[in-house]
Each structure stands twice: as structure tokens, then as C-alpha cells.
């Protein structure tokens, strides 16, 4: 059964600081794609990065990295110099066959003035 | 580009009454999708339209749930005889795919604020 692991339901990080979302998934499947979302308060679900299985090199969009460890299947995500906006829910998925997503419960992040 | 938009953000209504919520997408995107979320836990994978054709529902989307998107644009998601398990909120996404099962590419989701459904 394909899953998602996300095993730290809520992190505290000091402002300008780096923090590690952690994600663990489960797949059978060769290919799939892995993804990480911002929720904030509001409820919108914002997409942050994607990292597909057969990328060699990790992603990264501006402060966001994406740490691919393929044979742990793991999929964290590290957010550089933290900010006050950064506070948040933040979701890890994967895609599973064609479109479907499979989404993680969540770490909450709340990061420290 | 003004992302995908879901009316109405909060819905309260009473047991057994029915509900329409509607999404409108991300105007090139031929994919749509809706998902609910619970107190707590991530969206889950409810139905799935490539253009007006609505390729796959999840058994979470019981007789009483139906959604469409007549004209392959936006989508509504209708639940009749609403039961207070149905209190969560309802996100749609939208994404840009080739063919009918294939492209696997990224296809990024993008998704609309949600509607809040509030079953009293």
C-alpha cells in the first residue's frame, strides 16, 4: 500500500534559522513523483517543490530543499533562514499513478520571533 | 492567472439538507480534482475529471455525493442528505496534463482556499 509518513506533528524553529520537515513515504511503484505544501491559516494549500523519483539531483526552490534519500524513501524538506510567514502547516505527497495524491498528516511549524 | 477559485468559503448548514459547492480552476488546466480534509489530517483523494469526463471516484464519495464539470471548466460537488460526518473542508485542484492516463511529468496540483462545510 502506498503511504505517507510524516512523523512530527509540530516543530518550533527560531527566526533566520534552519529548520527539517521530515517525510517518509512507501511505494511499489518505480516512478512517482514527491511533493511538499504550505497550509497556512487560511486553508489554501500552496505548492513549495517537487522532486520526481528519478531526478539525481535534489530539488530546490529559493529557500526550500528538498533532501531525497531514495533508498530510505525519504523526502525532507529544509527551510533556510526561517521566517515569520514560514509559520504554517506543511504537507508532504506523492503522487500515485497517473495524478492521484496521497498527502501526509501534516507538521505544524511555528517559527519564533 | 488568478489560481483556482472555490465559492463558497464557509458553508453552515443543517442535517439533512443539501449542499453544492463549486471550483473553478485554473483556466488552461484540463485536470480537476477534489479532495477532503479533516480535523488534523491531510486532504484525501475524493474524484478526478480529465476535461468533462470524470475518470475515477473514491469509495470516500458515498451514492450521496456527485460532482460533474459539464463543460470541461469549472465543477460542482453537490452532497444531499448531509450528515454531520460530512463537516469538513473540501479542496479543489487543478492541474495540466497530457492524455487520458498519461504524462506523468510533474503534473503540480494547484488548489483553491477550500470550502468549509459545517454540518450542525
Known amino acids: 500500500a502506498q503511504k505517507i509518513t510524516q512523523t512530527q506533528p509540530g516543530m518550533f524553529v527560531q527566526e533566520k534559522e534552519a529548520v527539517t520537515l521530515d517525510c517518509t513515504y512507501d511505494?511499489?511503484?518505480?516512478?512517482?513523483?514527491l511533493f511538499w505544501y504550505k497550509q497556512p491559516s487560511s486553508g489554501e494549500m500552496i505548492f513549495l517543490i517537487y522532486?520526481?523519483?528519478?531526478?539525481?539531483q535534489n530539488a530546490t526552490e529559493g529557500r526550500y530543499s528538498l533532501n531525497f534519500q531514495k533508498a530510505r524513501k525519504s523526502a525532507n524538506l529544509v527551510i533556510s533562514a526561517s521566517q515569520l510567514g514560514d509559520s504554517a502547516m506543511y504537507f508532504c505527497?506523492?503522487?500515485?499513478?497517473?495524478?492521484?495524491?496521497?498527502f501526509g498528516t501534516g507538521t505544524r511549524l511555528k517559527v519564533l520571533a | 492567472d488568478t489560481g483556482v477559485s472555490q465559492n463558497p468559503r464557509h458553508k453552515i448548514t443543517k442535517r439533512g439538507q443539501n449542499v453544492t459547492f463549486r471550483c473553478d480552476p485554473i483556466?488552461?488546466?484540463?485536470?480537476l480534482y477534489w479532495y477532503r480534509q479533516t480535523l488534523g489530517q491531510g486532504p484525501e483523494f475524493l474524484t478526478y475529471?480529465?476535461?468533462?469526463?470524470?475518470?475515477?471516484k473514491s469509495r470516500l464519495l458515498s451514492d450521496r455525493f456527485s460532482a460533474e464539470r459539464p463543460k470541461g471548466s469549472f465543477s460542482t460537488l453537490e452532497i444531499q442528505r448531509t450528515e454531520q460526518g460530512d463537516s469538513a473542508m473540501y479542496l479543489c485542484?487543478?492541474?495540466?496534463?497530457?492524455?487520458?492516463?498519461?504524462?506523468?511529468?510533474?503534473?503540480?496540483?494547484?488548489f483553491g482556499a477550500g470550502t468549509r462545510l459545517s454540518v450542525l
Open positions: 485542484a487543478s492541474s495540466l496534463g497530457t492524455g487520458a492516463s498519461g504524462g506523468l511529468g510533474k503534473n503540480i496540483q494547484y
Open positions: 511505494t511499489s511503484d518505480q516512478s512517482y513523483g
Open positions: 522532486q520526481g523519483s528519478y531526478d539525481e
Open positions: 505527497a506523492m503522487r500515485s499513478g497517473a495524478y492521484k495524491y496521497i
Open positions: 483556466s488552461e488546466h484540463n485536470r
Open positions: 475529471f480529465q476535461n468533462e469526463a470524470q475518470l475515477e
